[in-house]
C-alpha cells in the first residue's frame, strides 16, 4: 500500500526565503505527482502536476521535481512572501485504470513578514 | 481549467436527518472522489467512482452512500447524520494521466 510522507509537518521563515519541501512515497509505481496548496477552510487548489515522463514542472516563483527512482518529489519556492502561508500537501498518483490519489498530511507554511 | 463546483459551502444538519453532499464537474471526466478532512487525520477517501454507476468504496465507507447517475454529478449521501461526522468534505474529479485531479472549495457540514 502506498504511503505518502511529508516532514516537517509545520514550518515558518522569515520573507523572502527559497525554501524546499519535501515529499517521499513508499511505492514508485507511481503514474504522476501532483501538489496542492490549502488555505484555511478551504478546498485543494492544484499547483503542479508532473508526470511520469517528466522529472520537473515550473510554474512562476514554484518548480516542483520528481525522482522516482529514490521516491522522493520537492517543491522549491523562490522568494517566499507571506500571501505563500498555506499548508502544501503532495499526492502521488498510481498507474492503473482506477488511479485513487494518496495524500501526504501536508506541511503548513508560515512565511514571517 | 476543469471546475469542481460543490453546492454549499456550509450546512447544519441535525442528528438522524438524512444529508445530500452534491458534486458537479464541467468535463468529461470518468474518476470522481470524495473525501472527508479532519484535523491531525489528514485527508481520508470515503467513496470513488470511476464511471456512471460504477463505484468502489474507500477507507472509511461506513455510514455513506454515493450516487452517480450523469457522468459530471456524483452525491455523497449520509444515511443517518450523526456528530461525528461533522467534517469537512471536499470532491474532486480529473482525468490523473493528463490533467491530474481538481478539487472543489468543500462543503463545511456541522451536525447538531
Known amino acids: 500500500k502506498q504511503e505518502v510522507t511529508q516532514i516537517p509537518a509545520a514550518l515558518s521563515v522569515p520573507e523572502g526565503e527559497n525554501l524546499v519541501l519535501n515529499c517521499s512515497f513508499t511505492?514508485?509505481?507511481?503514474?504522476?505527482l501532483q501538489w496542492f496548496r490549502q488555505d484555511p477552510g478551504k478546498g485543494l487548489t492544484s499547483l503542479l502536476l508532473?508526470?511520469?515522463?517528466?522529472r520537473e514542472q515550473t510554474s512562476g516563483r514554484l518548480n516542483a521535481s520528481l525522482d522516482k527512482s529514490s521516491g522522493r518529489s520537492t517543491l522549491y519556492i523562490a522568494a517566499s512572501q507571506p500571501g505563500d502561508s498555506a499548508t502544501y500537501l503532495c499526492?502521488?498518483?498510481?498507474?492503473?485504470?482506477?488511479?485513487?490519489?494518496?495524500f501526504g498530511k501536508g506541511i503548513t507554511l508560515s512565511v514571517r513578514p | 481549467d476543469v471546475k469542481v463546483t460543490q453546492s454549499s459551502r456550509y450546512l447544519v444538519k441535525r442528528t438522524g436527518e438524512k444529508v445530500f453532499l452534491e458534486c458537479v464537474q464541467d468535463?468529461?471526466?470518468?474518476?470522481m472522489f470524495w473525501y472527508r478532512q479532519d484535523p491531525g487525520l489528514g485527508l481520508r477517501l470515503i467513496y470513488f467512482?470511476?464511471?456512471?454507476?460504477?463505484?468502489e468504496k474507500g477507507d472509511i465507507p461506513e455510514g455513506y452512500s454515493v450516487s452517480r447517475e450523469k457522468k459530471e454529478r456524483f452525491s455523497l449521501i449520509l444515511e443517518s447524520a450523526s456528530t461525528n461526522q461533522t467534517s469537512m468534505y471536499l470532491c474532486?474529479?480529473?482525468?490523473?494521466?493528463?490533467?491530474?485531479?481538481?478539487f472543489g472549495s468543500g462543503t463545511r457540514l456541522t451536525v447538531v
Open positions: 508532473i508526470q511520469s515522463s517528466q
Open positions: 499526492a502521488a498518483i498510481p498507474t492503473g485504470a482506477n488511479s485513487k490519489l494518496t
Open positions: 474532486a474529479g480529473g482525468r490523473p494521466f493528463k490533467y491530474g485531479y481538481t
Open positions: 467512482s470511476y464511471d456512471v454507476k460504477m463505484k
Open positions: 468535463m468529461d471526466h470518468e474518476n
Open positions: 511505492d514508485s509505481a507511481i503514474y504522476n
